[in-house]
């Protein structure tokens, strides 16, 4: 059994409606909170990582979209201006760049 804290247990949700929040286990308790509380109850820290690597690949760029196609649901093509040059994002989180003579 898991005891909701803070601002997940300030609320009573309605019949059906979801909300999201972490399970914490601290000795032989578990908490439910959101992830904004994480840091008032635990010694976790929360951080964004953003991470650039470059893969080698010799092929068309609008084959390597096709096939991401075939295997996600969204792909969609950046504008230029939002990029150095033909670029693409899958599932709004990772964005595929073009660069020649890397």
Same mark, same amino acid.
């Given at each position: 059994?898991?005891?909701?804290?803070?601002?997940?247990?300030?609320?009573?949700?309605?019949?059906?409606?979801?909300?999201?929040?972490?399970?914490?286990?601290?000795?032989?308790?578990?908490?439910?909170?959101?992830?904004?509380?994480?840091?008032?109850?635990?010694?976790?820290?929360?951080?964004?990582?953003s991470q650039r690597i470059t893969i080698a690949y010799s092929g068309a760029?609008?084959?390597?979209?096709?096939?991401?196609?075939?295997?996600? !649901?969204?792909?969609?093509?950046?504008?230029? !201006?939002?990029?150095?040059?033909?670029?693409?994002?899958?599932? !709004?989180?990772l964005t595929l760049l073009l660069t020649i003579g890397c």
């Amino acid at each position: 059994m898991a005891k909701t804290i803070r601002r997940l247990a300030e609320k009573t949700p309605e019949v059906g409606e979801t909300d999201c929040g972490f399970l914490v286990k601290k000795a032989f308790t578990y908490q439910i909170m959101a992830l904004d509380d994480l840091h008032v109850f635990s010694q976790l820290t929360i951080e964004n990582i953003s991470q650039r690597i470059t893969i080698a690949y010799s092929g068309a760029f609008g084959v390597l979209k096709h096939r991401l196609k075939q295997i996600f !649901e969204s792909v969609e093509s950046l504008p230029d !201006e939002e990029s150095e040059g033909p670029a693409f994002r899958v599932h !709004e989180r990772l964005t595929l760049l073009l660069t020649i003579g890397c």
